[in-house]
């Protein structure tokens, strides 16, 4: 970042502010947007028998959604150099008022989908604003329980969402997934307009247009690449174009922040080692997760032969344990530091895939929650302690971008994950009926979505191993010198 840059505008005093009406009017509007990420998931079987549309055409529900954010996240960072930390957050939350009020009254599938995709670009708006926020206001020493409790929301919405869309979905409309949830945002809303204070630096940078068009048509092409491989093959022209399109497109984007002099994403965060480290370790961990929150649905749907609501009941204890630890991971980093949380915590991920490559159809329910647990009480000691430790060692005009950064990665790793799984697993699934005697019976084709699940974890079994290697070499952070005497006045 230019000197120019950074002393346009003095940050703004910290030292008065109340930093409890601001966590929770970062929480309650996290969890909204959050929880309908997921409440869509279960009922999109409905919604394809509501609209008369396929499955390939339903699916843009939840691929446009991360299209939108994916591809929104990396302005972010210029975003709150423009706006106010209440403007940002406001107008987030608003976007995804309109956007959950247009999907409530959709009369078509089209209009459905504008919602959807306007309320992404309200969550794309929010998430990075909400750990900027935390980073701005928590000295170094108390960030972890701030972080933990946003992690509280940010995997205790998704655990609930399948459940209660389940139940919604056996007593309602699909229309109430959308009804419930606007009483949730209008009241977001007013608190943060009462509460939600400016913690961020005004500088007004230049905007490069080529640059976010760049980036754009980068995190669009991959995530809309792998995205749409779920559902085509990958020897689609129009999966492996989009996806080499965005591949080069990615990497002008990163020449062109490398050369400018204000950067929209500015990739001089990587220089700080810890930071790049948790940056490559993240976006591994939610490989797994995404790919693993896709595909256990499927196995306890397609082989155990469960309902939706008893597969979303199924999830619930891993997801609400995995809540109740991220606080709790959060205290034990800010005493600890990261080493004694990471290690453990990917360890446990290793051993729960591990115990996922040999379930079967004899399966019991209470064995696949066991392995989900232990799943997500280790993921609870990595991504909060992780992120934060990364983050912490930044210097502070590059929160903004550090934050853009690791929620962009997030968004394009799970893409990438959700989509190898579901096509390594499909031609698992493939592969066996190929070599069935009978392959149109039922019980050789849950026997082939097993074989095909195997196969899955297996990689995703890797996968974990490899975020381990990279977790033995996370340590303790510290900000650069002269950032910690400005923080908050201490």
Do not use: C
């Not at 339903?58 to 706006?83: D, E, F, K, N, R």
């Not at 491989?229 to 990615?250: K, M, Q």
């Not at 991920?349 to 079967?360: C, L, Y």
């Not at 697993?425 to 066996?432: E, F, L, Q, R, T």
């Amino acid at each position: 970042m230019s000197a120019a840059s950074t002393k346009k505008a003095s940050p703004p005093d910290l030292s008065k502010i109340r930093r409890g009406p601001i966590v929770i009017a970062l929480i309650i509007g996290a969890f909204v947007a959050i929880l309908n990420e997921t409440l869509l998931g279960n009922a999109l079987p409905d919604l394809m028998k509501a609209f008369d549309v396929s499955a390939s055409t339903i699916q843009w529900l939840s691929t446009a959604y991360m299209l939108v954010v994916g591809v929104l996240v990396p302005i972010t960072a210029l975003l709150q150099q423009w706006y106010t930390t209440r403007q940002m957050f406001l107008g987030a939350m608003i976007l995804f008022l309109a956007g959950t009020v247009v999907a409530a009254v959709a009369p078509e599938f089209e209009v459905l989908l504008v919602g959807r995709i306007i309320q992404a670009l309200g969550t794309g708006l929010m998430l990075p604003v909400m750990m900027n926020t935390i980073l701005a206001i928590f000295p170094p020493e108390k960030r972890g329980g701030a972080m933990g409790l946003i992690g509280l929301v940010i995997m205790f919405a998704p655990a609930i969402g399948p459940t209660v869309s389940g139940l919604i979905m056996d007593s309602l409309s699909w229309r109430w997934l959308f009804y419930l949830v606007i009483p949730l945002a209008v009241f977001s809303i007013i608190f943060a307009a009462v509460y939600m204070k400016n913690v961020s630096e005004i500088t007004k940078p230049k905007v490069d247009i080529l640059s976010i068009l760049l980036s754009t048509a980068g995190f669009g092409g991959i995530v809309y690449g792998f995205s749409s491989a779920g559902s085509h093959s990958w020897s689609d022209p129009e999966v492996y174009w989009t996806i080499i399109v965005g591949a080069v497109a990615l990497l002008l984007f990163i020449w062109r922040q490398l050369v400018l002099k204000e950067p929209v994403m500015d990739l001089r965060a990587f220089k700080y080692p810890m930071f790049a480290l948790v940056t490559v370790l993240m976006f591994v961990i939610m490989m797994t997760l995404f790919s693993t929150m896709t595909l256990l649905p499927m196995f306890l749907q397609g082989a155990l032969l469960m309902t939706a609501f008893k597969s979303g009941l199924t999830m619930l204890p891993g997801g609400v344990i995995n809540g109740i630890m991220a606080p709790v991971a959060g205290k034990l980093f800010d005493k600890f530091g990261p080493r004694v949380l990471v290690t453990p915590g990917l360890l446990l991920v290793v051993i729960s895939i591990w115990m996922f490559t040999g379930i079967d159809e004899t399966a019991s329910t209470g064995y696949v929650i066991t392995i989900h647990i232990i799943m997500l009480i280790g993921i609870s000691l990595v991504m909060m302690p992780a992120q934060t430790t990364g983050l912490n060692q930044l210097p502070r005009h590059l929160y903004p971008h550090g934050t853009a950064i690791m929620n962009t990665l997030q968004q394009v790793s799970g893409a990438i994950g959700t989509a190898l799984f579901i096509s390594v697993m499909s031609n698992g699934a493939k592969d066996y009926l190929k070599d069935s005697s009978d392959p149109t019976n039922p019980a050789e084709a849950i026997k082939g979505m097993i074989s095909g699940l195997h196969n899955a974890f297996w990689i995703g079994l890797f996968v974990a191993i490899v975020a381990l290697i990279i977790g033995l070499f996370i340590k303790k952070t510290h900000p650069p010198e002269g950032e910690e005497g400005r923080m908050m006045g201490h």
